[in-house]
């Protein structure tokens, strides 16, 4: 899922230039992110491996931390764009 996920940043980053390289780089990092959770629970399903590192904090991390780092980029480019107060 990494390869696939820096794959993708890369690609996005050449669409992007510089100034959407956070949004390129949220979104490869999401997709990873995403993608190791669901083997958690997919590990949890199908191999019953409820073990402190499968079914613990990382696999909530791994589900929940896209998310915030989704809600700062919305962040980011609201407080880009409000006027500068003088």
């Known amino acids: 899922m990494w390869d696939v996920a820096m794959g993708i940043v890369g690609l996005l980053c050449l669409k992007f230039k ?50 915030v780092l989704a809600g700062l980029l919305v962040w980011l480019h609201r407080h880009r764009s409000e006027p500068v107060p003088q």
Do not use: K, R
């Open 18 to 67: 510089s100034e959407g390289y956070w949004t390129a780089t949220i979104i490869g990092t999401g997709i990873f992110l995403i993608g190791a959770g669901l083997g958690h629970v997919y590990e949890m399903v199908a191999n019953g491996n409820f073990a402190p590192n499968n079914a613990g904090a990382v696999m909530y991390i791994d589900l929940f931390y896209p998310l």
